[in-house]
């Protein structure tokens, strides 16, 4: 288990909580960017925009945040907010998009194959405030295809790499890896309404769209990646899914080996936060809840500190980027595994998307995310791997994880592939 100076208090005020997250309210407005505060949906109007390639060079963390500090959002000591966003602010806030590949730059580890997508691998627009609407509910014009899906690797491959890792694990090199699938399909038409219905799957806590010239991300996510609010730094890792059934999670709260993995990254995002925390403020504020996300039971924890002094929002990616749920532990080590196992980058999968303010941040953790380009559509799926995981199951876990994904991207006017096509 992954362990460092983090010996801060670990509370477990709420163990082994059964719950549904709350009904997704279906957004009269879902193309505004994942976690947007109510009073600027369907009110924003882009004020900057700046992206990233790896081909660009320099610091990315950086210049993210210098560049909403030239825009009216300095985040130069989270431990402070600003200021809280008025109506009448000339900015009210950005969407932020970091890929896996560049959060793996950031913490200094290998980004793996090249991104299967043609998008940026970083992207912040500002957004100002607009009494007039400026974001209709996209309608289906009937002229939304996808085509057959394609997959990176096979399940024989994908069992095959789970069985690479646990001899890594049995070698000592590791104690998780977190592999990853991934499935591309020609489309044609305007791709924003499915992923518009991709965001209003139940349960996606970052359920939204991110667009771009060319590229377009839909966001499904339930899961919190990091949040700052009055200086209280949050993440909440998931590990752990059963079907949602009622065997289904007595199954999740009674194994072993789900417990194991799930508190293993739960230790290593403590460890995450004390990098960039006020000393012995870490704590675990609850452990290993059960919460709903579509059809699956998912095991959730909830991990807070306080920001130290002078944390710029920098430094926060360096020290959170990329999830410790989607690489593994140790990170660095993980990072280098799936580099040498994945034939395809994560490209918009397993990256951060979500929200700047002047007073607080919420960036969610990109699973159950998919992308579009100007000629495919991709989706990634996968799960964490310990010495007790079963290659069969999982596969079946990532293809549970994926399928409501697909689904929400299936045409829903005439133009379906035609007979005889495979839809998996």
Not at 44 to 58: L, N, S
Not at 212 to 236: D, F, K, Q
Not at 260 to 272: F, G, K, Q, S, Y
Not at 316 to 335: D, E, H, I, N
Request: glycine fraction near 10%; aromatic fraction near 4%; include cysteine.
């Amino acid at each position: 288990m992954v362990r460092g100076k983090s010996a801060e208090r670990m509370s477990h005020n709420h163990p082994d909580v059964v719950e549904a997250l709350p009904r997704t309210v279906v957004d009269p407005l879902p193309l505004d960017p994942p976690a947007a505060p109510t009073p600027c949906r369907g009110h924003r109007v882009e004020r900057a925009r700046w992206q990233w390639r790896p081909t660009d060079g320099g610091d990315p963390a950086t210049a993210v945040q210098d560049f909403l500090a030239a825009h009216g959002l300095p985040l130069h000591d989270l431990a402070r907010p600003t200021r809280p966003h008025h109506r009448d602010d000339p900015v009210c806030g950005a969407a932020l998009y970091v890929s896996a590949a560049a959060g793996a730059l950031l913490a200094g580890g290998d980004p793996g194959a090249a991104n299967p997508a043609d998008l940026p691998e970083v992207a912040v627009v500002v957004y100002g405030h607009t009494d007039t609407p400026t974001t209709p509910t996209p309608t289906p014009t009937g002229t939304w295809w996808r085509g057959p899906w394609t997959e990176s690797w096979t399940p024989a491959a994908h069992a095959d790499a789970v069985r690479a890792v646990r001899t890594a694990i049995g070698h000592g090199d590791v104690y998780q890896v977190n592999v990853v699938g991934h499935a591309a399909a020609p489309y044609r038409g305007d791709p924003r309404p499915a992923l518009a219905r991709l965001g209003r799957l139940p349960g996606a806590r970052y359920g939204g769209v991110l667009t771009g010239n060319g590229w377009a991300i839909g966001c499904a996510s339930p899961e919190t990646l990091v949040e700052v609010r009055a200086g209280t730094l949050t993440t909440r890792p998931i590990k752990g899914t059963r079907p949602a059934t009622a065997a289904g999670r007595a199954d999740l709260l009674t194994s072993a080996k789900e417990r194991a993995e799930h508190i293993m990254i739960v230790d290593l995002e403590r460890n995450d936060l004390a990098r960039v925390a006020r000393t012995g403020s870490v704590r675990v504020d609850d452990l290993f809840a059960v919460r709903r996300w579509c059809d699956l039971w998912q095991a959730e924890s909830t991990v807070r500190a306080d920001a130290a002094d002078g944390l710029g929002l920098a430094d926060l990616l360096r020290a959170v980027c990329p999830g410790g749920s989607v690489t593994g532990a140790p990170k660095l080590a993980a990072l280098h595994h799936i580099a040498a196992l994945e034939p395809v980058g994560r490209g918009a999968g397993m990256g951060a998307l979500g929200w700047v303010g002047p007073d607080h941040l919420d960036l969610g953790l990109t699973i159950r995310t998919a992308a579009t380009d100007r000629h495919r559509v991709h989706v990634w799926a996968g799960g964490g791997i310990t010495w007790d995981s079963d290659p069969d199951a999982e596969v079946a876990e990532a293809a549970a994880k994926t399928a409501p994904v697909r689904a929400a991207l299936d045409p829903t006017r005439p133009g379906r592939p035609t007979a005889g096509t495979t839809d998996r």
